[in-house]
T-cell receptor, first 113, second 112 residues
Framework: GENVEQHPSTLSVQEGDSAVIKCTYSDSASNYFPWYKQELGKRPQLIIDIRSNVGEKKDQRIAVTLNKTAKHFSLHITETQPEDSAVYFCAASISQGAQKLVFGQGTRLTINP | DVKVTQSSRYLVKRTGEKVFLECVQDMDHENMFWYRQDPGLGLRLIYFSYDVKMKEKGDIPEGYSVSREKKERFSLILESASTNQTSMYLC???????????FGPGTRLLVL
């Protein structure tokens, strides 16, 4: 089955700098890659997703890139702000059957003022 | 606006007790999921259901069972709670062919 590896497990950046979180997946049939943000004490919420027919997607300060050949995808946050501090999860799924998501281990991002 | 609710935010149970965790969604989603979240391990899928009375094992089903008698409700059952089941449990739901998944607020379970 699908396996998703996420790195780094913790990341600390200065406010205003950029942050990058990387994930690799094992199943070449995976075609949907969402990113979730979980603030302390709250539920995970979708922040951006990408499908395998595109290589990059942006939404304001957040972007996701996908390299299908290498089977990895990344989350890029520019001009980081204190409210970006959270745990971020990547995931992958196959758009067949029950379409279950397989999650990475999570990255705790801390923005230092 | 999608709403996924869980019956309890915090639970304390004794070893050997039978524990029920309830999840309800109000958006008529076909798919519902139960995860447990542990530090450093991410979100691990316990069970999921793609229709009423249908269920499939996830990655860590041992010690758990589920019930889905109505479309909006998905229950996780710990038949005989053990201390290694102390964790945060998250329910989620998703429409059939749309991949955005919505999570409940979580239930933090402590088994003594």
């Amino acid at each position: 089955g699908e396996n998703v590896e996420q790195h780094p497990s913790t990341l600390s950046v200065q406010e205003g700098d950029s942050a990058v979180i990387k994930c690799t997946y094992s199943d070449s049939a995976s075609n949907y890659f969402p990113w979730y943000k979980q603030e302390l004490g709250k539920r995970p919420q979708l922040i951006i997703d990408i499908r395998s027919n595109v290589g990059e997607k942006k939404d304001q300060r957040i972007a996701v890139t996908l390299n299908k050949t290498a089977k990895h995808f990344s989350l890029h946050i520019t001009e980081t702000q204190p409210e970006d501090s959270a745990v971020y999860f990547c995931a992958a799924s196959i758009s067949q059957g029950a379409q279950k998501l397989v999650f990475g281990q999570g990255t705790r991002l801390t923005i230092n003022p | 606006d999608v709403k996924v609710t869980q019956s309890s935010r915090y639970l304390v149970k004794r070893t050997g007790e039978k524990v029920f965790l309830e999840c309800v969604q109000d958006m008529d989603h076909e798919n519902m999921f139960w995860y447990r979240q542990d530090p450093g391990l991410g979100l691990r899928l316990i069970y999921f259901s793609y229709d009423v009375k249908m269920k499939e094992k996830g990655d860590i089903p041992e010690g758990y069972s589920v019930s889905r008698e109505k479309k909006e409700r998905f229950s996780l059952i710990l038949e005989s709670a053990s201390t290694n089941q102390t964790s945060m449990y998250l329910c989620a739901s998703r429409a059939g062919q749309i991949e955005t998944q919505y999570f409940g607020p979580g239930t933090r379970l402590l088994v003594l």
